[in-house]
């Protein structure tokens, strides 16, 4: 554990404290990675700057367009938020299946993306959700997709003591589904996950996004297969076609967790799952 924490009130303050502490300085939000990874004495800082006191990090915000989730809110406050419920049906499906309620309860959506894991579960709904990441630097912001935001397993285009301060999803009319597979239906990182968002005219797919999580060194876009699927009429035929893609784009190892084969195998039958249950739903709706 480092020597010193300090918890600015609002970022005016964050920016004036920063120039006056080491350099070796981390962000703290839940503490979840962090504090985790300075047990097992993997963290050299010589100060932690806790973030979790930033009200302006704290809410979900709605406009015309978009929805505005601060990075600082937590992962089992999302669904609090109506408009995280109304308009994010990926991210919300994807809030169960996000570690155990205690972790819920501290780690933040802006802790999930800053550690750039390939399995994180807020990201990857967010990424088929098509949102954009605001970062922050002393006053100065800059967005950019967040898909674009990994540069590889615990990597990312973050400058040093830039902040996440929100993420803005664009409000379409979309269903979806977050299937994940782990070594337990609940309660584990993911051996594969798959987040579907898919508008639909009638039984028309319009527009399609499908990310991927634990099965690349980030969190995939699966451009080729979202193409594939758009402008096709979601049915048994087009999920099929859809899973056998879907496993081209990928590119899983085997670790502790799985084998590559596996990874790839599952993801082909997580989104036709994903896919057969958003048609199983329309026909429900009749
Ligand atoms: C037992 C266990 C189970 C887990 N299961 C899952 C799971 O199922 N799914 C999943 O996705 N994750 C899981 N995780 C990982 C972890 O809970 C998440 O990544 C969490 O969202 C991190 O958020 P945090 O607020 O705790 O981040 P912290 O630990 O506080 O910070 C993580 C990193 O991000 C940086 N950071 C934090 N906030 C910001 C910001 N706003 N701007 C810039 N940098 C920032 C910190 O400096 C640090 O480097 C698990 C972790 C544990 C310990």
């Not at 935001?149 to 977050?178: C, M, N, R, S």
């Not at 579907?196 to 005219?201: K, N, Q, R």
Request: net charge positive; aromatic share 4%; with cysteine.
């Amino acid at each position: 554990m480092p020597e010193l924490i300090i918890r600015p009130r609002t970022l005016k303050e964050l920016w004036k404290i920063l120039p006056t502490i080491s350099a070796k300085r981390k962000y703290l939000a839940g503490g979840t990675d962090l504090v985790t990874a300075a047990n097992a004495g993997f963290d050299a800082c010589d100060a932690w700057v806790d973030i979790s006191g930033l009200k302006e990090l704290q809410s979900v915000k709605e406009t015309k367009t978009s929805v505005l989730i601060g990075a600082g809110v937590r992962i089992a406050g999302l669904e609090a938020w109506g408009a995280v419920r109304r308009w994010l049906p990926v991210l919300t499906a994807a809030i169960p299946h996000f570690a155990s309620p205690s972790l819920r309860n501290m780690a933040t959506v802006g802790g999930n993306a800053a550690n750039a894991s390939p399995c994180a579960d807020a990201v990857c709904a967010l990424c088929a959700e098509r949102a954009e990441v605001i970062l922050e630097l002393k006053g100065k912001k800059r967005r950019l997709p967040l898909s674009a935001l990994f540069k590889g397993p615990k990597q990312t285009g973050i400058k040093k003591d830039e902040l996440i301060t929100a993420f803005e999803v664009p409000k379409w009319p979309h269903t979806g589904a977050y299937l994940k597979l782990g070594p337990r239906a609940y309660f584990g990182i993911s051996k594969a996950a798959v987040a579907l968002a898919i508008e639909l005219d009638g039984d028309k797919i319009k527009s399609a996004s499908v990310a991927l999580a634990s099965v690349a060194p980030v969190p995939l876009m699966a451009v080729k297969t979202a193409g594939c699927i758009t402008g096709r009429i979601l049915s048994p035929e087009t999920a099929r076609a859809a899973a056998a893609l879907v496993k081209t784009e990928v590119s899983p190892i085997t670790d502790a967790r799985s084998d590559a084969d596996y990874r790839r195998e599952m993801c082909g039958v997580l989104l036709e799952r994903a896919l057969l249950g958003c048609e199983e739903r329309l026909k429900a709706e009749g």
